[in-house]
């Protein structure tokens, strides 16, 4: 049996740093990713698509988002996408898989898993879920899923969504997956695969190969570890073959750069012209050191270009700490004479007299009259 484990799709999700026209293209990509998906799944000759939970960003999305979804999973009739409710979108009382729209549009190869019972998915192999039914379970729902099932010769594949022991520092939580009574289940034969949703980072869990979180077919935050993965599973008596495969086309980077000379400024300009796909990019930035204010204009204008050429383009407020010390070559290029002058120089007067508002707001002034002028290059 070969299948795709895949998670976390959240579709309709939503990010306060993409304004304009980079939040459709943000969505529309979550979209495009389920028809690739389906499209992987076909060529692969996989059996089905399985879907461990927050398919859906939260249970209140737009109707759009979600006949749109039916429609690119309907696009690859033959391949049949089992979808489990996770903390997003759990199986609640106003559940999206319970509503009249998705019911309504529901096309035959689209199957929610709404409870343990064993779902027959291939010769001799059995798909058991643990859904959730709620934002926070009060207990290890994939344990409890086990449990429940009486001992059988066919393979057994268990779908689950939510956080492992091994790795959640909140030790008091009652629905985290237990690891350990996985593998003793994987040892003993009773299981042969776990297939996990919430973490976004594609990761092999420990020491069987066996228990896998997928990861975010496309990234949603910096923090994720080798996002935009969906696993191709190939599962066989005494065999098992788990291989990521990439479908996600966003980025979010992280940067950090240390300024003090125009050289430091020239590779931070590389680094960006280094970017591919800057439409799909994110790109969060900390800048600490000391620049002039020639410095500070030029790198103004830098930035102030890749907010345009970006998806997104933030500081990284927690370890940016820049500091502008005006030098005696940020005026001479000015030629300014005159009343001018005299405004310039109380300008550089204010700008030294220390870190307050005032002080601040004298050095982004004086940024601001060199690009004016036309010096900063």
Known sequence: MKFIHTADWQLGMTRHFLSGEAQPRFSGARLDAVRRIGELAAEEGCGFVLV??????????????????????????????????????????????????????????????????PVPVGEGVELVAAPLTSKRPLRDLVDQACTLQEPTEALRIIAGHGALDSRSPDADNPALITLARLEERIEAGEIHYVALGDRHSTTDEGTSS????????????????????????????????????RVGTWTFERHESHLASDAD?????????????????????????????????????????????????????????????????????????????????????????????????ARDGLALLHRLSGTAQ
């Open 52 to 117: 461990c939970g927050d398919v859906f960003e939260s249970n209140q999305i737009d109707r759009q988002v979600l006949v749109r979804a039916l429609d690119a999973m309907a696009s690859t009739p033959q391949v049949t996408f089992y979808l489990l409710p996770g903390n997003h979108d759990p199986l609640d009382a106003a559940s999206i898989y319970r509503s009249r729209r998705f019911r309504e549009h529901q096309p035959a190869n689209v199957v929610v898993l709404e409870s343990p019972q």
């Open 210 to 245: 066996r228990v896998w979180y997928s990861g975010a077919p496309e990234p949603t935050d910096y923090d994720e570890i080798d996002p935009g993965n969906v696993l191709v599973v190939e599962l066989e008596p005494g065999h098992i073959e788990v291989r990521p495969h």
């Open 265 to 361: 400024i020239d590779a931070l300009e590389e680094w960006l012209a280094s970017l591919e796909d800057k439409e799909r990019t994110i790109v969060k930035l900390s800048a600490v050191g000391q620049v002039s204010v020639a410095q500070r204009a030029r790198l103004d204008r830098l930035l102030e270009l890749q907010t345009d050429l970006l998806a997104a383009f933030e500081p990284w407020e927690r370890r940016t700490d820049l500091v502008v010390l005006p030098d005696d070559a940020d005026f001479e290029v000015l030629g300014l004479s005159g009343f001018a002058h005299e405004g310039l120089c109380d300008l550089r007067d204010l700008a030294s007299s220390g870190d307050d508002q005032e002080a601040l707001a």
